[in-house]
């Protein structure tokens, strides 16, 4: 299927939240190229992690670049959320472009750090919803057609999504559709809403929930229930940060590692 070119233009600003300086280098103890004033946007170009400090490359006005740090800035996305349906399959586009994969949180998991830019020069498709019993073709521990499809091991996933001519994501592929260039901590923003996820028993019928469910959840590509629900498997083989995909974590044949979810 042929990707729109609009849908390629995945165009990230970079708002400045007070005065900062902008740099020639990603270190503070660069030359000043300009002054930002508080309010003023700039286009994103790509974003760097220099000494587990996040700065965004940005292009100015005269057709330069410079270096903006993440604590002077607040990232946004003009994505346009593309929706596409492939063998009555509805996908949505994830478009190419970068984001810091991780956490700067120093009280995350040890295993989400360091923190660094992960980039995508192309684009790729993803399941709008969860894989649902309907379209497996059998139920798990919950029934319902539009019940997701748990309790499968990483061979069946990967099984199911051949079958379909797809693959499973990739970690890094799976945390960018799931969070994107802006990366907040839940797919639909940096603070916890109830009510965009199917988060714990105490607010679930104590089962899993429809596909279609929590709207507001969504992340910024249109994908539902990246958190909660179920957990959903990646191709990749679990591994230390960075990810790198050409370190044999995508190594298919090795079946006794342990996969992410």
Not at 52 to 73: C, F, I
Not at 150 to 175: P, Q, V
Not at 197 to 219: D, K, L, M
């Amino acid at each position: 299927t042929a990707t729109p070119e609009a849908a390629l233009q995945n165009e990230v600003l970079a708002l400045v939240l007070w005065g900062a300086n902008v740099r020639a280098e990603a270190s503070t103890e660069s030359e000043i190229v300009t002054w930002a004033d508080a309010g003023r946007d700039f286009r994103v170009t790509t974003q760097d992690v220099v000494n587990h400090e996040l700065w965004y490359q940005v292009a100015l006005p005269d057709g330069g670049n410079g270096w903006l740090h993440s604590s002077t800035s607040s990232l946004v996305s003009l994505w346009s959320r593309v929706v596409e349906t492939f063998d009555d399959v509805e996908m949505v586009l994830v478009p190419a472009g970068c984001f810091p994969m991780g956490s700067v949180d120093t009280e995350s998991e040890e295993d989400e750090r360091p923190i660094y830019v992960q980039c995508f020069d192309e684009p790729f498709w993803v399941d709008r919803y969860e894989v649902s019993n309907l379209a497996y073709g059998s139920a798990g521990r919950w029934s319902g057609n539009l019940q997701p499809r748990e309790s499968i091991d990483w061979f069946a996933a990967s099984e199911y999504c051949a079958a379909r001519g797809a693959r499973l994501l990739t970690e890094a592929e799976w945390e960018y559709a799931a969070r994107g260039p802006v990366a907040p901590i839940y797919p639909w923003g940096n603070e916890f809403v109830d009510d965009n996820v199917v988060s714990s028993w105490w607010n679930t019928a104590r089962s899993t929930e429809i596909v279609t469910g929590r709207p507001g959840g969504a992340s910024w590509v249109g994908a539902l229930n990246m958190s909660g629900n179920v957990w959903e498997w990646t191709s990749s083989i679990y591994a230390d940060y960075p990810f790198d995909p050409t370190d044999g974590r995508e190594d298919v044949e090795d079946t006794f590692s342990p996969r992410v979810v």
